[in-house]
């Protein structure tokens, strides 16, 4: 990897950070907080948070086996996504490239920070090429996008090619792992500490079951993660979000629960929508969803909104003509969607 001062934008580099009142003081045995402006009635949420959730990564860094100063948590993992941008690519400059399809918000926070955006196609397997993510590659490229599982494809992205990208691009490597914990392979944080270009972005708003909090995380070396929080709001999760999410974190055995009777229904749900008439293909899935092709994906999706039934046509993105985008519910869900859909002609 080249240098992090050539990669970062000079001006974030040289950036001095907005210092808050709750930064300067960090200790926990004051009584008497004249400090920060805020008023002294309405406890507790009178006082601004922790800007940097130290007792929520103190628990997560166990539970990710991930140290403390590898962590950033986020106003959902988009605020990281965004951070990317706004961190290494100069504006008119610099270029991201992504696999094609993948989930929209690199593309929407590249244009936002009017940074080039090269979409690489996967192939009809939804699998991606190393050597055309390479050959996209210039030496203006600061970011390379992968999101394994995929969204809206589902599976699980090469390991062998995002490997070789990592070993062989100079700039940043992002994987998204928003749905990891439903995919059965190992998360990439397992290779953080030997590569220090790979910048990993996982969620609280899948597995976990909290995206109504808004609280995404970004696991990268502790330089990477110093400049995203010289860089973000300085209060950018809220007290309630905090306070919430730890109490969460801390009975997070009902998560794996979640997860194997999602699993369970994946399979089911998966098993019976391939055998629906208007179903030609259900793709493979590694995720809490799954990508299916139908007969006519509009028809299909209009019907079942006249039924209170929402699903996500995908028709509109690369290699996904006519394919709805199927979120695993509870049995009772997925019974509705499948019962409405044995009675479509
Ligand atoms: N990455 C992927 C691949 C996603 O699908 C999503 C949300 N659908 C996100 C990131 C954003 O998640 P968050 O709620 O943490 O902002």
Redesign the pocket.
């Known amino acids: 990897m080249k240098e992090l001062k050539q990669l970062v934008r000079p001006n974030i580099w040289s950036l001095s950070p907005y210092t808050s009142a709750r930064d300067e003081y960090k200790g926990h045995e004051a009584k008497v907080f004249l400090d920060a402006n805020e008023n002294p009635y309405n406890d507790p949420i009178n006082r601004y948070p922790d800007p940097l959730q130290r007792d929520l990564k103190a628990r997560i860094c166990t539970i990710k086996g991930v140290p403390e100063d590898s962590i950033f948590f ?8 965004d951070l990317m941008f706004r961190i290494f690519c100069c504006p008119g400059v610099d270029n991201a490239v992504a696999i094609e399809p ?2 929209g ?1 690199y593309g929407v926070c590249a244009d936002i920070n009017d940074v080039e955006y090269r979409r690489v196609l996967l192939d009809d397997d939804f699998q991606p090429s190393a050597e055309k993510l390479l050959a996209a590659i210039d030496g203006n490229t600061k970011l390379v996008f992968f ?1 394994s ?3 809206p494809s589902g599976n699980n992205i090469d390991r062998g090619v995002i490997d070789k990208v990592l070993d062989s691009f100079d700039g940043i490597v992002i994987v ?1 792992e ?2 990891i914990d439903f995919a059965g392979v190992p998360s990439y944080l397992q290779q953080l500490s030997e590569r220090t270009n790979l910048v990993v ?6 597995a976990w079951g909290m ?1 109504g909090i ?4 970004a696991f990268a070396q502790p330089q990477i993660i110093s400049i995203m929080n010289k860089v973000k709001y300085p209060y950018n999760i809220n007290q309630l979000t905090q306070q919430r999410a730890m109490e969460e974190v801390m009975q997070h055995d009902r998560v794996q629960e979640w997860i194997d009777s999602i699993l369970k229904e994946r399979e089911r749900l998966m098993k019976e929508f391939a055998a629906l008439d208007c179903c030609i293909r259900v793709y493979r899935s590694d995720a809490n969803f799954f990508l299916a092709r139908v007969k006519d994906a509009a028809a299909t999706y209009n019907y079942l909104v006249e039924r209170g039934i929402i699903v996500r046509n995908r028709s509109k993105v690369a290699l996904c003509g006519n394919s709805l985008r199927i979120t695993i519910g509870t049995v009772p869900e997925n019974n509705a969607l499948l019962e409405a859909l044995k009675n479509y002609k």
Do not use: H, V, W
């Open positions: 986020g106003n959902g993992s988009d605020e990281a996504i993948t989930y918000m999101c599982p995929n969204n998204d928003a749905y972005l996982q969620t609280f708003s899948k995206a808004r609280l995404g995380m």
